[in-house]
């Protein structure tokens, strides 16, 4: 993945939202298909828990969500991404 997402910054408590951002991202594209179907619903769908992570990590939501979703576009056709 050549775009990064989430930067390496912040205090530690927004290194630890962040951690928990790339961990959702590993899963989601490297995962088991469990992993990756409950990684994609809180990356792409979950309107609670994901704009909370987000912010805690200080992030925009709305950003890392176009981010995500520019990476999606590019990897259906390279790689066994579910597209819903």
């Keep these: ?26 899963e989601w594209v490297r995962g088991a298909e469990d992993q990756k179907r409950n990684a994609e619903f809180f990356l792409f769908e979950d309107e609670e828990d994901f704009p909370y992570v987000c912010r805690s990590a200080g992030l925009n939501p ?12 590019q990897a259906v056709p390279y790689s066994n991404v579910n597209v819903a």
């Design 62 to 73: 709305g950003s890392v969500r176009e981010s995500l979703w520019a990476i999606r576009a």
């Design 1 to 26: 993945m050549d775009t990064q997402i989430v930067p390496n910054q912040g205090g530690s408590n927004e290194r630890l939202w962040q951690a928990v951002i790339e961990n959702a991202i590993a």
